[in-house]
Every structure is written in C-alpha cells, then in structure tokens.
C-alpha cells in the first residue's frame, strides 16, 4: 500500500544525479517480497503500478520481468507521479519532495485477490493507517462472510515522515493496537520524540536514543502486544516486543475491552496501579502475568560502506521481505534476518538490482543468490537470537 514513483536522485557532490529511476515505497517493498519469491512464487506479490501518460514503455519491461501480481493502472490524462530524493547532512539524512501531483492508494483500489493477502506493508500517516486497516478488514470481511474463511492479516505499518512529529505522538499510540509490526526508520521515531536521534559527539546514529524510545512507546501500551522493528542504517535494525501483561484468571481479554493508546487526559499512576488489581479493586499482583518482551539488535548484511552505494529505498524493500517471511510464518527474528538480505540488494546499486535467469532455472539478482545470501547472514548471528522464543507478531 504504497505509491508506485519514478524517482529523481541528487547527491553529495561529486557524484551525479540521475533521473528516470524506478521507486517509491511500493516498489521497493514490491522488491523485498519479490526477492524471495522466485518462480512460481513471483505471482505471491501484489503491488500497485499507476503509470501516467509520460511512462517510459522500457520500465514497463522492466515492471513485466518480474512476473508479479501487479495491478496497472494506465491513465494518460495525468502524468506519473514523480519524486525528488536529496541526501547530505548529519548521517546522511534524506529529503524528499513530489514533482508531480500523488496518486494515493485506498483500500478501495485494492482488488480480491490483494485484499485477500495474507500482509499488508502500509505506508502511511498515524490516523490515516488506521482508517485503512479498518476499511481493508471490513472489505475482508465481506468478502469470506459466504464460507466464513476470514482470517486475520498481519500488518506492517511504516509511518510517513512528515508526520513523524511530538504532535502526532498521540495519534501514533492509538495506532498501535490495530497493526502489529510498526516500523519507523531511526530519524521517524526520533521524530515523534521530538529528537533527531543522533549522538551529538559522534554524529552517527543514536543506538541508546532508540532503546530509549521503543521502551517508552512499549511502556505506553502495557496491555497490548507489539512489535517495534526501527531501521537505523548502518546500525541495522532494533527489535522490541512488548510481551504485555494478563490475569492469570482471566488469560484472554473480554471481547468488549478496548486496548487503545494513551489519551490527552490518560492517569498513568492509575493506569499502572490499575494492572494489580483485580475486578474488586484489591490489590492481586500474584495473578498478574508479565512477559518481558524481548530486545534485539540485527546486524546490518553489508558492513562495509563501500558496498552501500545509495540508500534510496533499502528500508522499504526491509519491509517488503520482513512482511513476506511474516506472511510465510517465520518468527519475528527470522523475518528481520529476511528483511536486512532483502535491503542488501536494494542499496548495492542506483535503483533496482538486477535479475537474471541462470542456467538450471535458479534466478540471481546482482550475480548472487538470495538464498545464499540469507544462509551466510543467519550464520553469522548469534544462534540464540535466532531461536529465541520470538513468534509471529500475528500470533
């Protein structure tokens, strides 16, 4: 659920721009889904591609060589949406802009077949993402209420930046209880902090400022089990689950309770006294059961920076493969690995890597394999991480 763009990139002198690129949110998480769903997966990928009168016909071919699901969408009284990347500053910091007017995709746009994904990647502002996750169930709904298969999705909400402020920290909170994987890049949570996220001796990214944010946006849902999955560059990415707190005598909540956010006039000291009580009011803080959660760092693929030629979309192919290994019941662990390989090929090179069929039927992308890739990355983590008792953020 992200626009389909063609991208303008700008970068630190002396390097040179290049135009023409294709990009945007959807795209790239259309690549780390389609990274690794060789043949016959290709068609498990859905993604939306509006191509406006200026198309170029070659990116067509380029779009048709991956064999996925696509819905395209012609409509020559509009251009193509158009973007402008820049990059400079403290870490590297991107700016953005549209060229041209957007084309925003609703659930409305979303045919049978992709309504009934089992992911959704949602590319979006706090309240806006909510909007969609209740039209997208609702439509859902309607469509399996004939043999009653409804089954619920997993979604991965990736906040838009602009929106990343103090001021939408509480439209932020709500959003929580109605996805299950959030996931802003290290600039994004900061944001909504009201930080910048940056270790002001060093001027890299703040590892200790995003522990530091994902326990106090954990801590503000302490009812409600969720993930926070921060991509921080060449830090890799920050996992943290909340594991949330439950009665003993009651381990499902009542249909009727409403887990939401904080709100203006939210008592926390209550709220918190609140979690040891009983219906009674008396104190029961043996019939409370508190999971701890879990805290990881992943590594990123490539550690050299030499291997990093343009950051452009590596964290939204991050999500496009954590979503696909999701969807696929691996464990939140397991997706992220996924996630970090699927990134690796995006940043390699300016715009899309390359695909190539080899003899033997197997597919490469940039001359390597991705499944070689992901087994070389696994090896190389700590095996306890791996097997720790991390589940589906669906489950």
């Not at 945007?24 to 290709?42: C, E, I, N, Q």
């Not at 979690?275 to 550690?303: F, N």
Request: net charge negative; proline share 8%.
């Amino acid at each position: 659920m992200g626009m389909f763009l063609i991208d303008d990139i700008e970068f630190k002198p002396p390097t040179p721009p290049v135009r023409d690129i294709l990009g945007g949110a959807g795209s790239y998480s259309a690549l780390g889904a389609r990274l690794f769903s060789p043949p016959p997966l290709t068609s498990s990928v859905g993604w939306i591609v509006d191509q406006g009168s200026d198309f170029p016909p070659a990116m067509s071919i380029f779009i048709d060589s991956w064999a996925t699901a696509a819905v395209i969408r012609k409509d020559p009284s509009r251009l193509t949406t158009r973007g402008w990347n820049g990059y400079g500053g403290l870490a590297d910091k991107r700016a953005f802009r549209y060229m041209t007017p957007k084309k925003r995709l609703t659930a409305q746009d979303l045919t049978p077949a992709l309504l009934l994904s089992r992911s959704f990647h949602l590319i979006c502002s706090p309240t806006r993402c909510q909007e969609l996750v209740a039209e997208i169930t609702a439509r859902r709904k309607q469509l399996t209420s004939r043999d009653a298969s409804y089954t619920k999705p997993i979604f991965v909400w990736e906040p838009v930046p602009d929106l990343c402020t103090p001021e939408e920290l509480l439209n932020c909170t709500n959003t929580l209880p109605h996805i299950d994987i959030c996931s802003p890049n290290h600039a994004e949570l900061a944001g909504f902090m009201g930080d910048d996220g940056i270790d002001p001796e060093t001027g890299q990214v703040s590892m200790s400022a995003i522990e530091r944010s994902c326990e106090q946006l954990l801590a503000s849902m302490p009812l409600q089990s969720y993930a926070l999955v921060v991509r921080a560059g060449d830090k890799g990415c920050y996992i943290a689950k909340n594991g949330g707190r439950r009665t003993k005598r009651q381990p499902r909540p009542r249909k009727n309770y409403a887990h939401g956010g904080l709100q203006p006039d939210t008592d926390m000291e209550a709220l918190f006294a609140g979690l040891l009580q009983d219906e009674d009011g008396s104190i029961a803080r043996d019939e409370v059961e508190v999971d701890a959660g879990t805290e990881h760092w992943v590594p990123p693929y490539h550690h050299d920076p030499a291997s990093v030629v343009d950051p452009t979309g590596g964290g939204n192919t991050f999500l496009g493969g954590l979503a696909v290994a999701l969807a696929r019941g691996h464990t939140l662990m397991e997706a992220a690995a996924w996630g970090s390989v699927a990134a690796s090929f995006a940043i390699e090179q300016v715009g899309m890597p390359v695909l190539a069929a080899e003899p033997g039927g197997y597919e490469t992308w940039n001359g390597d394999s991705v499944s070689r890739r992901l087994q070389q990355f696994k090896s190389s983590l700590p095996k306890t991480a791996l097997d720790g008792d991390i589940p589906p953020a669906s489950s």
